[in-house]
């Protein structure tokens, strides 16, 4: 027979993380699978092109509809992303509450 080992309990299963602008709240979207096709997407197209596609995988189409009413300068628009996918990696928790 198999060896089984339940690794249940060092899991964490956590929420997904929020984003907040201008007081405004954001969900990301944090598993695994989202954040590996993100990765692929960066290492197979150019920034820009990779940005929009990373967004409406970050980011429900509710939310994404609240983002772009914001009309986000370009500058900025990129910096929400690199920030979101660092936090769902766990490399940044500037501003965590």
Same mark, same amino acid.
């Given at each position: 027979m198999a060896k089984i &080992? $339940? #690794?249940t309990d060092k899991l964490s299963f956590d929420e997904n993380p929020k984003i907040r602008i201008k007081g405004e709240e954001y969900e &990301?979207? +944090?598993d695994a699978r989202t954040m590996l096709e993100i990765m692929g997407v960066f290492s197979n197209k150019d920034q820009a +092109?990779?940005?929009v596609e +990373?967004? !409406? @995988?970050l980011y429900s189409e509710k $939310? %994404? %509809?609240r983002i772009d009413r914001l009309k986000l300068p370009f500058k900025d /628009?990129? @910096?929400m #992303? !690199? /920030?979101s996918m660092d936090l769902v990696m766990? !490399? $940044?928790s500037q501003g965590e509450q």
């Open positions: &080992v $339940d #690794i &990301v979207n +944090a +092109a990779a940005a +990373a967004y !409406e @995988k $939310d %994404r %509809r /628009f990129m @910096k #992303i !690199e /920030f766990g !490399e $940044d």
